[in-house]
C-alpha cells in the first residue's frame, strides 16, 4: 500500500503562483507514475498532468500547458506541481495519483489506470 498526502493548497489572487507537493509513504520501494488530477464543484475529475517514476516524460493538459509543471524528487518520495499564471477557471480540489510499474518512460493522462489516490488539497483562485 502506498499513502499519498497533498499539501501546498490555499487562496491565491488571479495572476500568482503556488507548489502543490505530494508526499507519497509506505511501500515506496516501487516505481510509481505519478499524475495530478483536479475536480471543480459540479464537474468531472480531469486530468492536469503527469509524470514516469524515472521523472523522464512528462506531460501536462492543454488546458494547464505553458503555466502548470510537474516533477518530482524520488529521494524525497514527492511529487510537484508548480502553478504559475493561475486563473479562477483553476479553482478545484487538486488530487494526485500513483500507478505501481510500468517503464520509466509511462506516464498515463487515465484516471482509471492509478492504483493510489491522496485526499486532495483546495486550490482557490480569485478574479
Known amino acids: 500500500q502506498v499513502q499519498l498526502v497533498e499539501s501546498g493548497g490555499g487562496l491565491v489572487q488571479a495572476g500568482g503562483s503556488l507548489r502543490l507537493s505530494c508526499a507519497a509513504s509506505g511501500r515506496t520501494n516501487s516505481s510509481y507514475a505519478m499524475g495530478w488530477f483536479r475536480q471543480a464543484p459540479g464537474k468531472e475529475r480531469e486530468f492536469v498532468a503527469a509524470i514516469s517514476w524515472s521523472g523522464a516524460r512528462a506531460y501536462v493538459a492543454d488546458s494547464v500547458k505553458n503555466r502548470f509543471t510537474i516533477s518530482r524528487d524520488n529521494a524525497k518520495n514527492t511529487v510537484y506541481l508548480q502553478m504559475d499564471s493561475l486563473k479562477p477557471e483553476d479553482t478545484a480540489a487538486y488530487y494526485c495519483?500513483?500507478?505501481?510499474?510500468?517503464?520509466?518512460?509511462?506516464?498515463?493522462?487515465?484516471?482509471?489506470?492509478?492504483?493510489?489516490w491522496g485526499q486532495g488539497t483546495q486550490v482557490t483562485v480569485s478574479s
Open positions: 495519483a500513483a500507478l505501481k510499474g510500468g517503464s520509466a518512460y509511462y506516464y498515463t493522462p487515465f484516471s482509471y489506470e492509478y492504483d493510489y
